[in-house]
C-alpha cells in the first residue's frame, strides 16, 4: 500500500509546542547556543568527543520533551543513501593522511580494498556528526516558531547593518524558505493524490520502468513549481498591498528581552565549546 | 435505483499518526450512495470532508476502524484492486492547478483515456466529448498551455480529464467553487446531464446549500469527523435547528418559507428550491 503523506519525513521546521524550557528560552539565545554547537560538532573530530557531543544532544533533546522518534523519522528515508555512503567510505578511505604517518593504521587489506583505523574514525565521525547536525536542527526548529526565528535572526543581524548587511531581508528570507517546506510537502502530496486517482501508479513495472518513473517525477515536479512560482507571486503582491517596505523604522508587538535563563544557557553553550576544544588536544582517542 | 454503490460505516482516520503533529479527521463517519442518485456531502471546513473523499477511490484506505464498501469491494482488503477501483469512481479535487500536470489541455484530459489503453480515436472522441461536456470546444482548448488557463477553465479541464474516463460514480469535491453564477449553471446542467445520459451516480462535497437543494436527493451532514445528519435532502434541510447547532444554514429559500410561516402565514411545505417555495407562496396567495 502506497502511502501518500509527503509531509511523514518532514520533521524539520515543524514547530512542536512541549512547553519545555527551552521553548521559552529567547530565540536570540537558541540561535547563539545552535551556531556555538554547530562549531563544536565540526570541531570534534576524535571519538571521544564526538560520543560526549552526542550524548550532550540527547540530553538537550530530552529537556526539550521532543519525541526522539520523531526527530529520527527523518533520517529513514535517507537511510540507504547513509548506508551506502559509509560503506564506500571505509572501503576505499585508503590508509590514511600521507601528512601524518603513523596515526593510522591498515585493519585490513584485500584487492583494492583497504580499512584503515583512519578511515573507520572517518566513518564513525561522520555518523555522529550527522545525527549531532540532525538534533541540533531539531532542537532549533522544532521548538522555536518561524516568527520568533526571524526576529531573533533579525536582531542579532541588526549591528551588521552599520556595513550595509540587510538584516531584516535576510531574516526573512530565511523565514520564508522555512515557511516554505511544509507548504510545498502538502503541495506535493495533493499532486500526487490527484494524480493516482487519475490512473498513475507511483511505481512502474517493466525493464524500462526507470524511464517511465523519470517522466512521472517530471509530471509531479513541473506542477509544483508552477504552483510555488504562483504562490510566491501572490506573496509578493500580498507584501505589497499591505505597504511592505523592509525593515527600516519597524517596530514589534512583543520586543525581545533576554533573560538570567538566557545568559546562563548561553554561558553554558560556550563552556562546553572550550571543554570541546580542550578535549580535541589533549590525548585522548 | 436502490442498488447501494457506495456504504461508509463507522470509518476513523489520523493524519500523521503517531507523531506529535497527529490530527483526528474521521472519528465515525457514515455514508451512503446508491445507484443513479446524485448525493451531496456537507459540512464546515474541517469536518473531513475532503479526508473521507479520499477513501472513495482507494486513495486512503481504512487501517483505524471502520468499513469502506464501493461497488461491493472492501477497500480495507489487501486484495482490493484499487487502480481498477479508480477507473470506476472519478475524483475531481477542490484545487484544480494541482489535478492539471500535462503541458497541454489535450494531453492532459487524453491522460486518464490513454491510462486505459484505448486506440487513438476512441482517445481523441472521448477528449472531444468530455471537453463539450464541460462547455469547452476541443479545437478552441486543445492546443492552449494548461498553466495559462483562468481559475474557471481550469476547473473544467480538470473535471473533462475525469470525465474522459467515463467513470461510474464521480466525486467532486467543491467543484464549483470559484466559478461565477452563469459557470455554476452550466456545471450544474452537466452533471444533471451525466446522470441522465450515461446512468453516473454522483457525489457532490459542497458548502453551498442552494446548490445542495438544487442538485441532490440525498445529503450526508460532517462534523468534527461524524456523521451528525443524514437522508433525503428534504429531511436533512427540515431539520434546521440542528443544521443551526453545526454552525450551517439552510438554503435561502427553506429560511424564507420559515421567515414567513414565523410571521403567522399558514405556509405547511418544507420548500428547500426556489421552485418550491414558489408554488407553497402562491398557493397561500390563492383565494
Known sequence: MVHYEALRHVTIGQYIPTGSAIHRLDPRTKLVAFSLLVLAVILATTYSNNILLLLLVLVLVQLARLPMRYILSAVTPALPIIIALALLQLLFYGSGSP????ASQLL?????LRISTAGLRMVVVSLLRFLDLLFLTSLLTNTTTTSALTYGTESLLRPLSAIGLPGHEIALVGAIALRFVPILGEQLEAIMLSQASRGVSLEGRGRLRFIANTRRLANLIVPLFVDAY??????????QARCYRGGKGRTHLVELVLVCADYAAMGLVAVILVGVIVIQYTSLP | MNEVLISVQGLRHTYLPGTPLATPALTGADLVVCRGEIAALIGPSGAGKSTLVHFLNGLLRPTEGGRVMIMGQDTGMPECDVSALRRRVGLVFQYPHQQLFERYVGDDVAYGPRQLGLARDEVRERVRWALRAVGLDLDAFVDRFTFSLSGGEMRRVALAGVLAMRPEILVLDE????????????????????????????????????????????????????????????????QREALRSLGLTCPAPTEIVYALRQQG?????????????????????KP
Do not use: K, Y
Not at chain 1, 108 to 112: E, F, H, N, T, Y
Not at chain 2, 265 to 283: D, F, M
Open chain 2, 175 to 238: 467543484a464549483t467553487t470559484g466559478l461565477d453564477p452563469r459557470g455554476r449553471r452550466e456545471v450544474h446542467g452537466v452533471l444533471r446531464r451525466l446522470r441522465a445520459e450515461w446512468g453516473m451516480t454522483l457525489l457532490i462535497v459542497s458548502n453551498d446549500m442552494d446548490e445542495v437543494a438544487d442538485l441532490a436527493d440525498r445529503a450526508t451532514v460532517l462534523h468534527q469527523g461524524c456523521t451528525a445528519l443524514a437522508g433525503s435532502t428534504h429531511e436533512v434541510f427540515s
Open chain 2, 265 to 285: 402565514l399558514p405556509i405547511v411545505s418544507e420548500a428547500i428550491t426556489v421552485a418550491e417555495a414558489e408554488e407553497a407562496i402562491w398557493s397561500i396567495m
Open chain 1, 230 to 239: 504562483r504562490r510566491s507571486e501572490e506573496m509578493v503582491l500580498a507584501m
Open chain 1, 99 to 102: 601528512d601524518r604517518p603513523g
Open chain 1, 108 to 112: 585490513l587489506a584485500w584487492g583494492p
